[in-house]
């Protein structure tokens, strides 16, 4: 599967935050996109998942447009989001938070996942009748990717894992997504922490005020120099 942006512009009211954004994220790959506060990073994410109505451009999965199709419906074909601040329901237990992710499977369907989703975070199993309030903030976020996972998402994207986590846990979060693309999953990555992020990322995006200014791999981002003075202080 392929997820394909192309010229998006969108905005709230009548001041408009994207500029014509393009990307693409196939599967098997970590993508960033990367860019100050305020760049349109969230509303790109979120008008890709169907939560803001685009003004004009395109959203397409494999080629079929996504125009007027329900965030919902768009969660079923295949795309999965992790909205910064991870909306998890802190008095509900960590299998409750993960079983809401995948409530539009069948109850087989469910189990299966459920046993993924431990495979690839041994924690929460072990914290699985635990109120998801009562985690770290590594786990909860661990917890928020593994619900959207619950889905069986082809394209994940995430926003800001990394928000309010020390460095080590940062890390560990990061490399949890290297795993979800080793599973084969397509995944779009909005981070402040840049170089931690071209770290795990295959290509990136850096995105100002509300256009893409630059794009390459991860190789070559790191080492333009545009980059480096903006987002990685050197
Ligand atoms: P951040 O890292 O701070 O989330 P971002 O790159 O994700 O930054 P956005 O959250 O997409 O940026 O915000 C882009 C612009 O849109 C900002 O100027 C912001 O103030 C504005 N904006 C965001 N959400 C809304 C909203 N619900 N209503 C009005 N303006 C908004």
Do not use: C
């Amino acid at each position: 599967m392929k997820l394909a942006v192309t010229d998006l512009t969108a905005g709230y009211g009548k001041a408009q935050v994207l500029f014509g954004i393009s990307l693409e994220v196939a599967q098997g790959e970590l993508v960033a996109l990367l860019g100050a506060n305020g760049a349109g990073k969230t509303t790109t994410l979120r008008t890709i998942s169907g939560l803001i109505r685009p003004w004009a451009g395109s959203v397409a999965l494999d080629g079929h447009s996504l125009l007027g199709i329900s965030a919902a419906r768009r969660a079923q074909m295949g795309l999965g989001h992790v909205p910064e601040g991870r909306q998890l329901f802190p008095l509900m237990s960590v299998e409750e938070n993960l079983l809401l992710g995948a409530a539009f499977l069948a109850w087989a369907g469910k189990s299966e996942q459920l046993e993924r989703i431990y495979a690839l975070f041994p924690r929460l199993a072990e914290r699985r009748w635990q109120m998801a309030g009562t985690l770290s903030g590594g786990e909860q976020q661990m917890l928020a990717i593994g619900r959207a996972l619950m889905g069986r998402p082809r394209i994940l994207m995430v926003d800001e894992p990394s928000l309010g986590l020390s460095p080590k846990l940062a890390e560990e979060v990061l490399t949890t997504l290297a795993q979800v693309k080793g599973e084969g999953v397509g995944v779009l990555l909005v981070e402040q922490n840049v170089a931690l992020s071209l770290e795990v990322a295959d290509r990136g995006y850096v995105v100002e005020h509300g256009r893409v200014v630059l794009q390459g791999s991860a190789r070559e981002l790191s080492s333009n120099e545009g980059v480096q003075k903006a987002y990685l202080a050197l």
